[in-house]
């Protein structure tokens, strides 16, 4: 096990670089500057603003100096944010953007596997069919339609929930049903595969040979080998539904990081964009490691070599 956290860890560091070096390039090569979306500016008010922030130097300058704060932790200065730095922004704004995450993906559990598991246990009947259009509806319903869907028929018409914010319970209940509802869709298909694939193996025949009812058949010897695809899923799952909840808290109008990236992006604030992308991107590599230690331990056939 330690060995093969090391040879993760090792493997993540040329990752992470290559994702660093890129975003840096591209959000530069992006017409524009941070200071160009402003009230217009002087030349000599311009020119000491971009001295400021090291703006002036050689873009390679401005390169390896960003590498040699990134390696003491300093994510740099945020040029939308007047005094706050990149780290004091994402250290407010994250906590909201995994409160979110973790509420959607609980409910994304909380529908996917009771449909799939059904579906799987009572086949071609009407439970199968049910758990199955439940799964299209939210294969094919992308969250930023579902979520003016729900905000004009529960916020606007029906009143019981409020449009936007994040302030009491009731507010997390329309955004996390909305994101949670489309991996819910994956989770249910994916689990109606694996338990069908599991409950036609040959252990499985003989434990209803000796007598097993279908409860202990599905839920102590088929589940877990039926739960190896959505447990593979779960990793990018998670990771989308961090990474993807800008949508969301856009249309719920969140103040989590995933809104913050978005207007970041628009005004060209060069460090906060780099700063989320690094976040995303270190959660997501540790998410898949995550996952992988979960598979070996479901599936003792699997080696972490």
Known sequence: MLRFFVRRLLETIPVMFVIVTATFFMIRFVPGGPFTTEKAVSADVLRNLNAHYGLDQPLYRQYFSYLGNLLHGDLGPSFRYTNRTVNEVIADKLPTSLELGGWS??????????LGIMAAARRNTWLDYLGSSVGMLGLCVPTFVLGPIAVLIFSIHFRWFNASGWYGPEDRVLPCLVMGFF?????????????????????????????????????????????????????????????????????????GLGREFVTSALSRDYTMVLGTVILYAALIIALNLVVDVVQVWLNPKLKLE
């Open 105 to 114: 993906l609980l409910v994304a559990l909380g529908i996917g596997l009771p």
């Open 183 to 255: 991996y819910s869709a994956y989770i249910a298909r994916l689990t109606r595969a694996g338990l069908l694939d599991m409950l036609n193996q040959d252990f499985i025949r003989t434990a209803r040979a000796k007598g097993a009812g279908e409860l202990r058949v599905i839920f102590r010897h088929a589940l877990r080998g039926g739960l190896l695809p959505v447990v593979a899923f779960l990793g990018p799952a998670t990771a989308g539904i961090l990474t993807g909840s800008f949508v969301i808290e856009m249309i719920f109008q969140i103040p």
